[in-house]
């Protein structure tokens, strides 16, 4: 079979063909009188196999070594390539998450697109220091990237790395709230927590409220408590029940105790907060170490002579 019909049979380039020939992997087993390359049936079947390596992602010197030893064992060579394919991905999936970010941020021109990109590496480093860096390295005249900076605050673990975040996006412009809400409802408890206390961090943003109020319900303790003392700094009463929990389990119950007491000075909620108070020292009332802590935060907020009358 002349080579142009074995292009046209296995679909390989003519070009390719000649490649092949000329780096010895398929050369065609006979030559015409005239001088033509003659391929054989067997060649052509050698071409397919080749064809079909490729498709692989292996290489037409792995692809000689295979054809000079066919018994040899696929195995190792089928989990380097998993493992170099696997690490494509990631390039590829980081790129892919490099122009999402520039996409989403809208650069107005090579500089900001740049600066975007360097934001996105040092977020995605192994090392929290880095990550930090890269946030506190951001330009103060500069909006940072909301998206960006909502998604990282959502995974990030360390609690120096998600402060730099939660501050980079309280300075922020765009609708930082809109981005939390979604991680704030999300079934992974961890990434709930994060939003939250993201949230916290920035009460007085629009629709930050809603969300914080939503939070008191949360199954997590953590969620629960920021959601609640950053309530308590609002005047917002819908924390106090909260609040009083947080006294009497001993979480967090001398930020609870300063909350309430802020609050029982607001004429709307100083009844709430007694009422719930004196309610769960009843309910406390064989736990002794329970009713003091609300004893105490009863006495800060309406004075000892009421606490006496309890």
């Given at each position: 079979?002349l080579?142009?019909?074995v292009?046209?049979y296995?679909?390989?380039?003519?070009?390719?063909?000649?490649?092949?020939?000329?780096?010895?992997?398929?050369?065609?087993?006979?030559?015409?009188?005239?001088?033509?390359?003659?391929?054989?049936?067997d060649?052509?079947?050698?071409?397919?196999?080749v064809?079909?390596?490729?498709?692989?992602?292996?290489?037409?010197?792995?692809?000689?070594r295979?054809?000079?030893?066919?018994c040899?064992?696929?195995?190792?060579?089928?989990?380097?390539?998993?493992?170099?394919?696997?690490?494509?991905l990631?390039?590829?999936?980081e790129?892919?998450?490099?122009l999402?970010?520039?996409?989403?941020?809208?650069?107005?021109?090579?500089?900001?697109?740049?600066r975007?990109?360097?934001?996105?590496?040092?977020?995605?480093?192994a090392?929290?220091?880095r990550?930090q860096?890269?946030?506190?390295?951001?330009?103060?005249?500069?909006?940072?990237?909301?998206?960006?900076?909502?998604?990282?605050?959502?995974?990030?673990?360390?609690?120096?790395?998600?402060?730099?975040?939660?501050?980079?996006?309280?300075?922020s412009?765009?609708?930082?709230?809109?981005?939390?809400?979604?991680?704030?409802?999300?079934?992974?408890?961890?990434?709930?927590?994060?939003?939250?206390?993201a949230?916290?961090?920035?009460?007085?943003?629009?629709?930050?409220?809603?969300v914080?109020?939503?939070a008191?319900?949360?199954?997590?303790?953590?969620?629960?408590?920021?959601?609640?003392?950053?309530?308590?700094?609002?005047?917002?009463?819908a924390?106090?029940?909260?609040?009083?929990?947080?006294?009497?389990?001993?979480v967090?119950?001398?930020?609870?105790?300063?909350?309430?007491?802020?609050?029982?000075?607001?004429?709307?909620?100083?009844?709430s907060?007694?009422?719930?108070?004196?309610g769960?020292?009843?309910d406390?009332?064989?736990?002794?170490?329970?009713?003091?802590?609300?004893?105490?935060?009863?006495?800060?907020?309406?004075?000892?002579?009421?606490?006496?009358?309890?």
């Open positions: 079979m080579i142009g019909d292009a046209r296995t679909g390989v380039s003519v070009r390719m063909l000649r490649h092949y020939d000329a780096m010895g992997l398929v050369r065609p087993t006979g030559r015409t009188i005239g001088g033509y390359r003659d391929y054989s049936d060649d052509v079947r050698t071409i397919l196999q064809k079909t390596l490729r498709s692989l992602g292996l290489t037409l010197k792995q692809i000689g295979i054809l000079e030893d066919p040899r064992a696929p195995a190792a060579l089928v989990d380097d390539l998993i493992r170099q394919t696997e690490e494509r990631d390039r590829e999936r790129l892919l998450d490099r999402r970010a520039i996409a989403a941020s809208r650069p107005a021109d090579w500089q900001e697109a740049v975007i990109v360097k934001l996105v590496r040092g977020l995605g480093s090392s929290a220091s990550r860096q890269s946030v506190l390295s951001w330009p103060a005249d500069v909006a940072p990237p909301v998206d960006l900076l909502v998604r990282a605050v959502l995974s990030e673990s360390d609690p120096n790395v998600a402060g730099a975040l939660q501050w980079a996006l309280a300075r412009d765009g609708d930082v709230v809109a981005g939390l809400r979604t991680g704030a409802q999300s079934d992974d408890v961890d990434i709930r927590r994060r939003a939250v206390l949230i916290a961090a920035m009460p007085e943003a629009p629709g930050a409220d809603v914080l109020v939503g008191l319900g949360d199954s997590d303790v953590t969620a629960r408590k920021h959601a609640a003392l950053a309530l308590g700094r609002l005047g917002e009463a924390a106090v029940p909260v609040l009083v929990d947080m006294v009497a389990d001993g967090g119950d001398v930020e609870a105790a300063e909350a309430l007491e802020s609050l029982s000075r607001i004429p709307a909620c100083a009844r907060v007694e009422a719930s108070v004196a769960k020292m009843k406390v009332a064989a736990d002794s170490a329970a009713r003091e802590r609300l004893a105490e935060a009863l006495a800060g907020c309406v004075g000892p002579s009421t606490v006496n009358s309890q």
